[in-house]
């Protein structure tokens, strides 16, 4: 697990004590040096209760404002339990389009 990816599973606990966590460093699949630039994020957590999407990702957002001036790309997929239980899974990631 790389830095970044560590301090990313270590914050979102902290903050969400989630039932569900998934930090995905998936910078391998988009072109560039860069090997801490792209991550996915799929929490759950009892958290996002009552919250709107649009809510969930700004706790994310300002729980990471200092770490978002480094990472290119933040996928977040926020769900609450019973939410995941229903969807049972985040969506799959895009396809860069710059990778060949």
Not at 7 to 22: D, I, M, R, V, Y
Not at 76 to 85: G, L
Request: hydrophobic letters at 35%; glycine letters at 4%; a negative charge.
């Amino acid at each position: 697990m790389s830095d970044m990816q560590q301090h990313l599973t270590q914050q979102l606990e902290l903050a969400f004590s989630p039932a569900h966590l998934q930090v995905i460093n998936e910078s391998a699949n988009h072109s560039g040096p860069a090997s801490e630039s792209h991550f996915k994020l799929i929490v759950v957590s009892d958290t996002f209760n009552d919250l709107a999407l649009i809510a969930r990702h700004r706790l994310i957002n300002q729980l990471f404002k200092e770490e978002l001036g480094h990472i290119h790309a933040l996928a977040m997929h926020t769900y609450t339990p019973d939410e995941w239980q229903t969807k049972n899974g985040a969506p799959a990631s895009p396809k860069c389009s710059s990778k060949h």
